[in-house]
């Protein structure tokens, strides 16, 4: 079973700036299997970027996804205020059957 | 639009049952793999279990399997998972949620499920 580590736990950062996450896999993933998610409390989870890179419907261009192999990337251009929230990043593997793994998530704070 | 309503959850004793439903509308039903992602209190997200589009194929998380059933009704556009021998751990917030691959690009609002004596 394919493992996912994100970091940092927690990123606090002002308006304006950059937020860089990271996820980790404890083995290759394909690019087309790796997802990321972003969960505000009280709302449910949004697909942001799927494929490593390719942004979902609506996602503005601030929000873009990068990486191969066993390390990948979840950049925020220029953070708004309503980018605080959890984000996860999740893969699909085989082990032996089709399964689907989430990192635990880092938690970005705009202040 | 898309839309996925849950229904089902509730307060169940350690070791019962219950049974989670999923009404899907406004897509092409039978074209997706759907599936149970769920949300522990104070926990990360988890897949519970997926579906294949024509139902041949259901997978399970290590956690679940062998107590959980999932399964779908395309007449009713609906989705539905059978929970057994329920456990303190299986506490959770569960979303219904549809796969256009390998992600998840809709999820329902969720449905909460506490098993508790």
């Known amino acids: 079973e394919i493992v996912l580590t994100q970091s940092p736990v927690t990123l606090s950062l002002s308006p304006g700036e950059r937020a860089t996450l990271s996820c980790r896999a404890s083995q290759s993933v394909s690019n087309a299997f790796l997802a990321w998610y972003q969960h505000k409390p009280g709302q449910v989870p949004r697909l942001l970027i799927s494929?490593?890179?390719t942004r979902a419907t609506a996602i503005p261009a601030r929000f873009s996804g990068s990486g191969s192999g066993t390390d990948f990337t979840l950049t925020i251009s220029s953070l708004e205020p309503e980018d605080s929230a959890l984000y996860y990043c999740?893969?699909?593997?085989?082990?032996?059957?089709?399964?689907?793994?989430f990192g635990q998530g880092s938690k970005v704070e705009v202040k | 639009e898309v839309q996925l309503v849950e229904s089902g959850g509730g307060l169940v004793k350690p070791g019962g049952s219950l049974r989670l439903s999923c009404e899907a509308s406004g897509f092409s039903f039978f074209n997706y793999v759907l599936a149970w992602v769920r949300q522990a209190p104070g926990k990360g997200l988890e897949w519970v279990s997926s579906?294949?589009?024509?139902?041949?194929?259901?997978y399970y998380a290590d956690s679940v399997r062998g107590r959980f059933t999932i399964s779908r009704d395309t007449a009713k556009k609906s989705l539905f998972l059978q929970m057994n021998s329920l456990r303190a751990e299986d506490t959770a917030v569960y979303y219904c949620v549809r796969s256009p691959g390998w992600s998840f690009d809709y999820w329902g609002q969720g449905t909460l499920v506490t098993v508790s004596s």
């Open positions: 494929a490593t890179s």
């Open positions: 579906i294949s589009s024509s139902s041949a194929s259901t």
């Open positions: 999740q893969q699909y593997g085989y082990s032996p059957s089709p399964m689907y793994t």
